[in-house]
């Protein structure tokens, strides 16, 4: 018997909103980075994100730990993080929100030197074309820093090699809980890096002592419970109950979202200039999306040594364990995966 229409409707609407929430983590960084300082704001997300997800998984913790677990987490949550902040406070919210754009391709290349992946070739097309408009959306000048824009580059780059790590990682755990155990990681690392590059924790550059510091910055302090919120729990929950209720095809088609959202309100609410050849790196890098989620992109891959039966792979890069468990990437400054 076939679904009601509106059930079908709302695992889409999820998906929608995901891709949209996932759009406004530079816009709200940028915000929040008046407040806090680029490490400390970090530590701010990690835990105002990961205590209300250890509450939920906390039955499921210690099934999801593990070394290799805690050191990923750090790795791809803590400096992931950390980069993103330190790139965006010396460049525009628009650059920041674009270049996310590269992750794709840097994915797929990741998956495809680990040998754990396959993309097709319109797919590759697709990726080429995006990575090159990131390339002229950051050399095009504007009110935007090259350091800035590398910055975020290195974050978007290790995000990959995160998610491609994560899949091993995932395989026979709960996905909340390992990603509540990775964002206590990355906690514990984040706060000896955020007191050794930023020093003392303050607001708005007064002492956290000094209360009326928190009355003064009111706005910036909820843009960082808003990052923290809009910007992690809601979407990474929607995305996976979407995701676990149609293809990954599908799925994948909505994260593309985040580009656009993003460089929209930074261009509309920030006045981040676009000149011409910032224009066309931006068009370039929609273009690559679509061309890579296109049905076109896809093609047949069949384990290595020719067992078992040949396995889909969707328009991006598909991660594949021992169990040939599909993984999802969930973009943004967390590069976290979600099997399917």
Known sequence: MSLPVTSRRLPLVALALSGVLW?????????????????????????????????????????????????WGAVGYGLVIALWNAGLARTSVTHGAL?????????????????RGTAGRRAWAGYAVATGGVVLVAVGGGSASLTGDLLVLASMTLSAVFTVAQAGLLEGRDPVAVTAVQLGSSTVVAVPLAAVLDGPLTVGGASVLDLSSFVAHGPGLLAVAALALAGTLLPFTLFAWGQSRTTPEVAGAFLNLEPVVGSGMGALVFGDLFGPVQAIGALAVLGGIALS????????????????????????????????????????????????
């Open 23 to 71: 759009g406004t983590s530079a816009p709200l960084t940028k915000v929040a980075l008046g407040v806090l300082d680029p490490g400390w704001l970090a530590v701010a997300r990690f835990v105002l994100a990961g205590l209300p997800l250890a509450w939920v998984a906390r039955h499921r913790l210690r099934a999801a730990a593990s070394w290799p677990v805690l050191g």
């Open 99 to 115: 270049m996310v754009g590269a992750v794709p391709a840097l994915v797929a290349v990741v998956a495809l030197l680990s040998r």
């Open 293 to 340: 989620t296109l049905p076109g992109a896809e093609r047949r891959a069949v384990r290595p040594g020719g067992h078992g039966t040949p396995t889909r792979t969707t328009s991006g890069p598909v991660v594949r364990t021992a169990s040939t468990v599909d993984v999802v990437r969930l973009p943004g400054p967390v590069g976290a995966t979600v099997g399917q």
